[in-house]
């Protein structure tokens, strides 16, 4: 399984990336790197979508709610698959804001 401190590099490069190059740049940066989860079949990771719905929920109003929400949704039907418990009751708050 994947460490702490992996998660904690990868939330920092997408924070570093939307300062300095915009949210665009991050979106395609967590679409690569989900895309890569998915392909090695690991859950934990695969769940970790709540990220990316989590900048689309700061992003602003639109389908960037709507595209957050399913992202969570997501996550939350992973976690729960997995007894990823504190990630799914994240991924539960975070799909119910964005609606």
């Excluded at 990220?51 to 929920?57: D, E, K, S, T």
Aim: charged share 25%; proline share 1%; glycine share 8%.
């Amino acid at each position: 399984m994947a460490s702490a401190s992996a998660e904690a590099c990868r939330t920092t490069r997408a924070l570093r990336t939307t300062a300095l190059a915009g949210y665009g740049t991050v979106e395609r940066h967590f679409a690569d790197s989900m895309a890569v989860d998915d392909r090695m079949g690991v859950p934990f990771w695969s769940a970790q979508r709540i990220g990316l719905a989590r900048m689309l929920g700061v992003r602003g109003a639109g389908a960037n709610h709507l595209r957050a929400a399913e992202l969570a949704r997501e996550a939350q039907q992973t976690a729960a698959d997995h007894g990823f418990t504190e990630l799914e009751r994240q991924a539960t708050e975070l799909a119910d804001a964005a609606i």
